[in-house]
C-alpha cells in the first residue's frame, strides 16, 4: 500500500505561538508533498508544494513566512504555522506522492484550531 | 490552468434511489480525475480514480465514474445509495498538485 500518515491529528494553541504538523510517507518515498488547507464547508486549497531537498513552491496568496514547510527526507515534510492567529484555524491536510505524474495518497488531516 | 466545476452544492436523494454527482474539468493535457469522499471531520477516502484506458471506472463502495472527454465531464454514480453513502464528495484533476471542485454534499432520505 501508500499509507501517508499526519501527526497530530487535532492541535489547539494559544494565539501568537507556533504549531507544526507533521506528513509522513510511512511505506514508500515521498520526491513531493503537498499542503491544502480546507475550511469548515469549503473545499481543499493546495497551500504549498515540497520537493524534498529543495524550497517548497508556495500557491498564489500563501504566505510563505506564516506558513514554513519544509521537506527534508523522503519520508517527512513538515508544516510548521508562525505566530498563529484564530483565522489560521483550518483543517490542514497533506499527500505525498513518488514523483511528478505519480498518484498522491493523502493523509487524514489535521485540526488546527487557535484560541 | 486546471480547474474543476461540481455544479451542484447540495443534493437530497432517497436511500435506494440511484444517485449522479456531477463533475466538469478543465485541463490542459490527459487529465487524471479523481473522486473522492469526507465524512464529517474526517479525511479524504479515494472512491476511484481515472489516468487512461476503459473511460467507465469502477470504484469502491459501488460507485462508478465515467470520463467524457467531449463533454470534459467524469460524473460519479451509484445505482442504489445507503443511508451510509451521506458524506461530502469531491472531484479532483490534476496528476500530483491537484486541485478541488467546491464538493457537493449529498443527504439521503429514509
Redesign the interface.
Known sequence: GAVVS?HPSRVICKSGTSVKIECRSLDFQAT?M?W?RQFPK?????MA?SNEGSKATYEQGVEKDKFLINHASLTLSTLTVTSAHPEDSSFY?C?A?RG?????F????T?LTVV | AQSVTQPDIHITVSEGASLELRCNYSYGATP?LFW?VQSP????Q?LL?Y?SGDTLVQGIKGFEAEFKRSQSSFNLRKPSVHWSDAAEY?CAVG?????????TRLTVKP
Open positions: 499526519q513531493t503537498f491544502y469549503q473545499s481543499l486549497m493546495l508544494t491536510i499527500s506522492s511528478r505524474g505519480t498518484e498522491a493523502f493523509g487524514q488531516g485540526r | 487524471y473522492y471531520g474526517q479525511g479524504l479515494l480514480k489516468f469531491f496528476a500530483n498538485d491537484m486541485r478541488f471542485g467546491a464538493g
